[in-house]
């Protein structure tokens, strides 16, 4: 059974930095994509971005591009995604993603496209 685990979230000031990271564990499986959804309580979970694993390719929601940066280890099955200039709208549980197969297929960006789902770490950006 594939597990996503997610790291690196926190409470921070509107304007600082923080990087999520999120490792994939167990079974076995090609990685076609990992990403990022966040969800604050009350409201839908958005897509924030995605890397393709084993070609070049990004897509962002255009909140955070340009603040933004997703990328990944290939050797550590490990996707991170660099969070800078934080606004209190960034305040929310961040999800980890995973989509399996051999990237013949849609990579981005609907909830539906990724199986693996990892538990969520809190981000909290205050003014």
């Known amino acids: 059974q594939v597990q996503l685990v997610e790291s690196g979230g926190g409470s921070v000031q509107a304007g600082d930095s923080l990087r999520l990271s999120c490792a994939a564990s167990?079974?076995?499986?090609?990685?076609?994509?990992m990403g990022w959804f966040r969800q604050i309580p009350g409201k839908k979970r958005e897509f924030v971005a995605v890397?393709?694993?084993?070609?070049?390719?990004?897509y962002y929601t255009d909140s955070v591009k340009g603040r933004f940066a997703i990328s990944r280890d290939i050797t550590k099955n490990t996707v991170y995604l660099e969070m800078n200039s934080l606004k209190p709208e960034d305040t929310a549980v961040y999800f980890c993603?995973?989509?399996?197969?051999?990237?013949?297929?849609?990579?981005?960006?609907?909830?539906?496209?990724?199986?693996?789902w990892g538990q969520g770490t809190q981000v909290t950006v205050s003014s």
């Open positions: 993603v995973a989509q399996s197969g051999t990237g013949s297929g849609p990579w981005c960006c609907a909830e539906s496209l990724y199986e693996y």
């Open positions: 167990g079974g076995s499986f090609s990685n076609n994509a």
């Open positions: 890397i393709r694993w084993s070609v070049s390719g990004a």
